[in-house]
C-alpha cells in the first residue's frame, strides 16, 4: 500500500488538514499512529480506510478487505449484539464473528441491546466486527479506550497474528498499547504533517519496567535503558502496567525463572 | 449489497420508526377512501391515491436512510467493500419500504376505494403509477435525508417544498418539467391515462433517474 503526496481539507478554502504525506505500507507492517488532539489522526485513518477521497495525491494498492474500529462505536441501533454481529457477517459473505466475541470477552453480553453497553463493551463490538472477515488492512482508531484488563492484554496479539497473515494493521493510539510489538513502526501527525520515527523500543531516554525477574535477552538495555525490577501483588500487577504504559513507559510481564 | 440493504431494513422496522409512514399512510387511506367512489371513476380515484402517497413516501425513505447512526454507515461501506455499495444498498432499502407501502395503498384503494375494479389495461395503469410514486418517493427522501442535509428543519422543509414544487409546476404547460404529478391525475380524469401512459411514465422515469443521480454524486463526493 502505498500513500504518495497524500493531501486532504474538507473545503476548497480550507487548511490543509493532511498535508503531503508520503509513505509505504509491507504486508505485514503494524503502525502506531500518535499526535495532538486535532491533529488529523482520525482524517488519516479516514482516508487510509477508503472513506474519504484525497485532495490530491494518490492511495495505491489498499488490500481488498479492510477492517475499521471507531474510537467509538455506534451504540444507537434498535440490535442486540448478537442480531447487530449477524446482520455484519452476513454482510461480510458469512465471515465468523463468533469466535472474536469469545476471544474478546463479549460471550455475557450477546443478549444485550447495543444502546445497553458500557463504553468498553460497545468499543469490543467495534473491534468484532472489524476482525470477522480476516482484514488485509486493520485500522484501529483509540483501540484500548475503555478497554478491560484482559482485553488490553489481548489486543497486541491479535493485532500480531494478523501481522503475521500478512495484514497491514494500523493503530491511532495514545497509550502505546501495541509498543511490546516487534518492529513496531511509530507514525506521527504535527500540522498535518506524517512523519516516521524510530520505534520506541530504540529509543534511549525512556524508561523501562518489568515486573518479575530483571534483566532478559533482547531488552533494550544496549540502547542505554534501564531495566528495573517492581515487586507488588499480584492482584495489583494488571492495574500497575497499565498505569505504567499511560505513563509511556515500556512495562510488561515476565515470567519468573524460578 | 442485498445483506446490508436487509440490515438497514431491519433497522427501520425495529426502531420502530416504519410506523411513522405507516400511520401517516393508514390516516390518508381513512380520508380518501372513506367512502367507495361511485361507478365509472375507478382510474381517478386509484390515481389520486398514487400522488398523494408521494410525500409519505418520501418521508419513508427518508426516515429508513435516516435510521443508521453517521458512523455506522461509514463501518457499512467498509463492510460492504465501498461507498457505492452503500450508498446503492440504502437507496434498494428505501425503495423497497416505499414499495410495499405503495402496494399497500393500491390494495386498499382496490378492496374498499372503488366500486368495481376497473379494466385491465387501466389497473395496469394504475400499478405502474404507483411503481413511480415509490421510485419518486425513494428520489425526494433520500435528497432530503440526513446524508445530504445535515439540518433536520432543512430537510423537512426541502422535502415538503419539493412535494409542493412537483404539484405546481406539473399543473402547468411545463409539467414535463417535474414528474408530471397532477398531469398523472388529469389523464386518469379525463380518461386517457392508458394512451398517455409512455409520454408520462417516460417523463417520470426520467426525473426519478435524475433526482437519485444526483444523491449519489452527492454522497459519492461527500
Known amino acids: 500500500m502505498q500513500l504518495t503526496r497524500v493531501s486532504f481539507r ?3 478554502r480550507d487548511r490543509l488538514v493532511i498535508s503531503h504525506a508520503d509513505a509505504r505500507l509491507s504486508a505485514g507492517d503494524v503502525v502506531e499512529l500518535t499526535g495532538a488532539n486535532g491533529a488529523g489522526k482520525s482524517t488519516l485513518l479516514r482516508l487510509l480506510a477508503g472513506l474519504a477521497r484525497p485532495s490530491s495525491g494518490v492511495i495505491a494498492d489498499r488490500p481488498a478487505v479492510v477492517g475499521f474500529a ?15 454481529l449477524r446482520h455484519m457477517s452476513r454482510v461480510r459473505g458469512d465471515a465468523r464473528w463468533e469466535p472474536w466475541a469469545e476471544r ?15 463504553k468498553g463493551s460497545a468499543h469490543k463490538v467495534g473491534l468484532v466486527q472489524a476482525l470477522m472477515a480476516g482484514p488485509g488492512l486493520l485500522i484501529l482508531d483509540e483501540p484500548f479506550a475503555g478497554l478491560d484488563a484482559d482485553t488490553r492484554e489481548a489486543l497486541p496479539a491479535i493485532a500480531a497474528e494478523l501481522a503475521e497473515r500478512g495484514a497491514i494493521v494500523i493503530a491511532a493510539d495514545h497509550q502505546s498499547g501495541l509498543r511490546d510489538l516487534p518492529a513496531l513502526r511509530h507514525w506521527t501527525l504535527q500540522n498535518g504533517h506524517l512523519h516516521e520515527s524510530p520505534s520506541p523500543l530504540t529509543l534511549p531516554a525512556t524508561p523501562a519496567i518489568t515486573a518479575g525477574t530483571p534483566q532478559r535477552p533482547g531488552t533494550p538495555e544496549a540502547a542505554g535503558q534501564v531495566t528495573v525490577a517492581v515487586t507488588l501483588p499480584a492482584c495489583d500487577l494488571p492495574r500497575f502496567l497499565a498505569r505504567m504504559r499511560d505513563e509511556g513507559y515500556l512495562a510488561r510481564e515476565i515470567e519468573e525463572s524460578h | 449489497m442485498i445483506a446490508l440493504a436487509a440490515f438497514r431494513l431491519a433497522a427501520y422496522v425495529r426502531s420502530h420508526r416504519v410506523y411513522q409512514a405507516l400511520l401517516l399512510a393508514l390516516a390518508m387511506l381513512a380520508i380518501v377512501y372513506g367512502s367507495r367512489a361511485p361507478r365509472g371513476v375507478e382510474t ?3 390515481a389520486d391515491g398514487a400522488v398523494l402517497i408521494v410525500p409519505i413516501l418520501a418521508w419513508a425513505a427518508r426516515s429508513l436512510l435516516d435510521t443508521e447512526p453517521d458512523r455506522q454507515r461509514e463501518l457499512s461501506a467498509i463492510q460492504v467493500g465501498g461507498r457505492g455499495r452503500e450508498v446503492a444498498a440504502g437507496l434498494l432499502a428505501a425503495f423497497a419500504a416505499c414499495a410495499v407501502l405503495a402496494a399497500l395503498v393500491l390494495a386498499w384503494a382496490l378492496l374498499l376505494g372503488v366500486s368495481v375494479s376497473p379494466p385491465p389495461a387501466a389497473l395496469a395503469a394504475a400499478a405502474l403509477l404507483y411503481v ?3 421510485l419518486a418517493g425513494t428520489a425526494l427522501g433520500a435528497l432530503t435525508s440526513r446524508a445530504v442535509l445535515p ?13 409542493m414544487a412537483m404539484l405546481l409546476v406539473s399543473a402547468s404547460s411545463l409539467y414535463w418539467l417535474t414528474v408530471p404529478l397532477l ?10 391515462l392508458v394512451e398517455r401512459l409512455p409520454e408520462l411514465a417516460a417523463i417520470s422515469l426520467a426525473w426519478c433517474t435524475a433526482g437519485l443521480a444526483a444523491y449519489v454524486h452527492l454522497r459519492r463526493r461527500a
Open chain 2, 183 to 192: 398531469a398523472w391525475m388529469k389523464a386518469a380524469n379525463a380518461g386517457d
Open chain 1, 70 to 84: 471507531p474510537d467509538r462505536f455506534p451504540t444507537a441501533q434498535p440490535f442486540t449484539v448478537t442480531t447487530y
Open chain 2, 132 to 134: 413511480l410514486a415509490a
Open chain 1, 10 to 12: 474538507y473545503r476548497k
Open chain 2, 44 to 46: 381517478a380515484v386509484l
Open chain 1, 104 to 118: 474478546l470477552g463479549l460471550g455475557p453480553l450477546l443478549h444485550t441491546a447495543l444502546r445497553d453497553l458500557s
Open chain 2, 151 to 163: 439540518s433536520p428543519a432543512v430537510s423537512i422543509m426541502a422535502l415538503l417544498l419539493g412535494f
